[in-house]
């Protein structure tokens, strides 16, 4: 009898990209639909428009590419930046911003570097950076959140299509109505105007640790984010740096000056802190890839958004954060290189 | 009599494997008959060629020696049962390069009449070690794990280091195999007693048997069998069933906690590893003088009927123990000779079982091969790796085909286990892309060589030009000299001719 032939091994592996990208999607509905309870219905809108404009944008390069669209886009990853990207952006925010920044992470960020696999920076942070540097306006408009004690002006379901698409209000509110200052905005200007902590945590837009909706968004991000350790699709090492890296400085400036530093629960709870550390921070390609090398890349970018947070121009850091520690991947690979089994162990001379 | 121990050292990674050795040991080992022809390659072991030294049609007798080594860098080769042989040819096999070799094809005459034995041997316990050592490589004893390294060699060059311990290789990691298992069950006082063989012929005082904690059956065998010998220098070690806990390096690291230095032995940390199998071989051999002409081989899969471990005489071709078997189910595809984590698959059923074939394997789905996708350095492949290294890194230089970086991040240390292959979301084939990165890297290292071997020969025939030269300028300086010399006389004489010569070109 004739057989076919192969190279060993003949087993065949049990996971696939596309399913570790679905992980990472369905890790982040609890978030997504804490979102939408807090502030809005325009995340699902931003949603919408960043993924036809990821996936869209990646069909054409991949087409200039002269690569198979079906096999690129069958991985989700387009999708994953797409939903960060969301994420991201304040639930108003006008349907031209949200696509730049979807063009600028799949086109530019993602295949320019040469696709999959092959970006040096996070293509959801890279888009996101050059939205919050070219429209500085849309991207700081944050509706106030869902909360009884502050008066809130929701926007119905209308009102958010049509901000969306023409980037302007009902004639009846204005920005003042319904926007907020994020807490971190809150706290960095506080600060700077010799506000003490103290003062700044009595603004309603505060709530137990960090802003009211926004910790509680951070919870259900928690949630999918153990739900990814669990099913191993993320390693602990840079959530855990992340952490390390942000509440240890946080928390020492706490101990030494309560009065001038936010605390380090405000830090976690406040932002993009945990969705850096559960899926921003964790994305592989970009990220460091020794077990040692994670753990540091996770401690830079938390220690980086504490920096900037703390002494920066912007109130929150995590993408700035993120970009800078990309860049530093690749020395951080090579530093943190594993023993390798019965080579001698460094500084013996054995 | 001593309790069974555990592990004292770590592997790194590894991978628990769904083991399916279940549907061949639940059967009783059966022997195959005398197949009509036996098909025995000339060289079944890691070294130097072996040469025939029968010739067409001529009679044979089964254990007489047909194939002998040109030098001690290999091991003999004897027939397998009684009948003549018809031919010296090339014949497919299963082995790593190539797919044909040259094989001496008997057939038998069904008597199966073994070659008078020699005078009786004495008891191996009154037999100077190093008697032993020859003894042993007359056998024809090979490693039978999978490596087939010739044994005799292996105990020569480990006489020559300090060594702790002797470890009996009783880890059959990859899935489906079960030879060793069923080895342990129906001949576990064999196994034994070939390691103390084994430990005079070392001069050693320590032999742990390492079984994988999976194998209740045979950890009890062995354990009764142990009591009986009440020998306290034979210890029992469980060791976890994860892959590749069997390979040699790994169990020594997981019996000693030492690590195999790189590009070493076992035996620079003390250990000399030798397979079950190998050790009853050496029982036969030594206590029987019965060569090696017959291994136990499992034969499994889906593609298989009734899978079962059978004992087969060498050169029995995998056809006629698939048709003892029961055949093949509508579903086999292919076919794979060894484990399906390591194996070599073969293009046809009539390879002959060899003394390294642990395991028949036919089964239905091919791997999917088509789906590969860019690596995302998710870095699983770095943490079932087993030596630690960073496959995800390695495939990137492999690709760059930058020699140093593989160097460097370890290449040279791949066992080629291919753990990192099935935890691979991108379905990249990592081991096969190593595998062919070592041999570019073989490639290079000969091209230096060659370029070296070019450079001196270029510089020979420079440093020979220039001797000539130089000879040359040595002539015409005293040829200068001389027409100095010469007087004016001369040089009128010598313009005169060239004034001459001018005004006839003109």
Redesign the interface.
């Known amino acids: ?17 596309a ?2 990208m679905l992980h990472v999607l369905i890790a982040l509905v609890p978030a997504a639909l804490a979102h939408v309870w807090y502030f809005g219905p325009g995340f699902l809108l931003n949603l919408i428009v960043a993924t036809v404009f990821c996936v869209g944008g990646e069909m054409l390069i991949i087409k200039a590419r002269s690569r198979n669209p079906r ?1 690129a886009i069958a ?1 989700y990853s387009a999708i994953v930046t797409a939903a960060l990207l969301a994420f991201a952006l304040p639930s108003l925010t006008p349907w031209w911003v949200t696509a730049t920044g979807s063009l600028f992470a799949v086109i530019v960020a993602k295949h320019l570097y040469g ?4 970006n040096v920076f996070n293509p959801a942070m890279a888009g996101y950076v050059v939205i919050l540097v070219a429209f500085p306006m849309e991207v700081n408009l944050w509706v106030a959140p869902r909360m009884g004690d502050i008066d809130y002006v929701g926007l119905s379901v209308l009102q958010t299509i049509a901000y969306t698409l023409t980037g302007s209000l009902p004639d009846a509110l204005t920005f003042d109505a319904v926007s907020r200052a994020t807490p971190l905005d809150a706290m960095q200007s506080g600060l700077r105007n010799m506000l003490t902590n103290a003062e700044i945590r009595t603004n309603p837009v505060m709530g137990d640790f960090g802003g009211r909706g926004w910790e509680w968004i951070g919870n259900f991000v928690a949630i999918g984010g153990f739900w990814l350790l669990v099913k191993k699709i993320i ?1 602990w090492q840079i959530p855990t740096g992340v952490f390390v890296g942000l509440l240890l400085p946080a928390g020492l400036m706490y101990i030494i000056a309560p009065g001038s530093n936010a605390s380090p629960g405000f830090h976690l709870f406040s932002g993009a802190t945990i969705l850096c550390a559960f899926f921003i921070a964790t994305d ?2 970009s ?1 460091a ?3 040692k090398g ?1 753990f540091i890349y996770g401690c830079g970018i938390g220690f980086l958004i504490f920096a900037i947070r703390k002494w920066g121009s912007y109130a929150d850091g995590v993408a700035f954060a993120v970009l800078l520690m990309n860049m530093a991947t690749p020395a951080i ?1 090579y530093v943190t ?8 162990r460094r500084g013996s001379r054995t | 009599m001593s309790a069974p121990t555990y592990d004292l050292g770590k592997l ?1 990674g590894g991978l628990r ?1 769904d083991a399916n050795k279940q549907i061949a040991t639940s059967e009783p080992l059966q022997s195959i008959p005398i197949p009509a022809q036996l098909v025995l390659p000339i060289t079944q072991h890691a070294g130097d060629a072996a040469q025939p030294i029968v010739g067409i049609g001529e009679r044979v007798l089964k254990g007489q020696l047909i194939a002998e080594p040109d030098s001690s860098m290999g091991a003999p080769v004897h027939a397998s049962s009684s009948g003549k042989i018809v031919a010296i040819e090339p014949w497919p096999v299963s082995r790593r390069y190539g797919d044909n070799a040259p094989c001496i094809v008997i057939e038998c005459d069904g008597k199966d009449k073994a070659i008078a034995p020699a005078e009786a041997l004495p008891a191996f316990d009154s037999m100077p070690p190093e008697v032993l050592e020859t003894l042993i490589l007359q056998g024809g004893i090979v490693g039978l794990g999978g490596a087939v390294f010739p044994t005799a060699q292996k105990l020569m060059q480990a006489s020559t280091c300090k060594l702790d311990y002797l470890i009996l290789n009783g880890v059959e990691c990859e ?1 489906y195999i079960s030879c060793d298992d069923m080895l342990m069950r129906e001949r576990a006082r064999e196994v034994l007693v070939g390691g103390q063989i084994l430990l005079h012929a070392l001069e050693l005082d320590i032999c742990y048997i390492a079984i994988e904690s999976d194998k209740p059956a045979a950890i009890h065998r062995i354990g009764e069998v142990l009591q009986e010998l009440n020998d306290e220098r034979l210890v029992l070690k469980q060791v976890p069933s994860i892959y590749p806990s069997g390979g040699e ?1 790994q169990l020594v ?1 997981l019996v000693t906690n030492l ?6 032995l076992p035996t620079d940390v003390g250990c000399l590893v030798q397979n079950v199998g190998t050790a009853a071989a050496i029982y036969d051999w030594i206590v029987h003088h019965e060569p090696l002409i017959s291994r136990i081989t499992t034969v499994s899969g889906d593609g298989i009927a009734q899978p079962m471990n059978v004992m087969a005489r060498l050169g029995t071709t995998v ?1 006629d123990i698939v048709n003892f078997v029961g055949g ?1 189910t509508e579903i ?5 000779i ?1 484990g ?10 009539r390879v002959p079982v060899v003394k390294a074939t642990n395991c028949i ?1 036919v ?1 239905s ?5 088509s ?1 590969e ?7 699983e492949c ?2 079932v790796c ?5 496959p ?2 390695l495939f990137w230089y492999a690709c760059a085909d930058d020699e140093a970086k593989l160097r460097s ?2 290449l040279t ?1 791949c066992i ?1 286990c ?1 753990c990192c ?7 990249i ?1 990592l ?2 892309d190593f ?1 062919m990165a070592k041999a570019r890297i073989r490639e290079l290292a000969d091209e230096k060589a060659r370029a070296v071997r070019a450079r001196m020969r270029f510089e020979a025939r420079n440093e020979r030009l220039d001797k000539q030269q130089n000879e040359r300028d040595e002539q015409l300086a005293q040829q200068k000299e001389a027409a100095k010399t010469a007087g004016p006389a001369a040089i009128a004489e010598i313009l005169k001719r060239k004034k001459k010569q001018l005004d006839e070109d003109e």
């Open positions: 009898m004739e057989f076919v032939r192969h190279d060993a091994p003949y087993v065949n592996p049990k996971v696939g990209v399913e570790t096999i991985d696709g999959l696999g092959f390693r592989p390609v990220a890839t020794s077990p994670r690979d290189r594993p023993h390798i089994v019965g080579h001698p | 790194h494997l899935p390096d690291q690590e195999v230095p790189s590009g070493g056809a093949y086999a595809e292919q076919m794979i060894g399906p984590m390591t194996g070599k698959s073969v293009s046809t059923d394997l089964l789905k091919t791997p999917a091969i789906d996708m860019p690596c995302i350095r998710c870095g770095a943490d087993p030596i630690q290294l960073l995800q890194q991040y370890g240390d080629e291919g292959d099935l935890v691979c979301p991108s379905h084939p081991t096969y595998r």
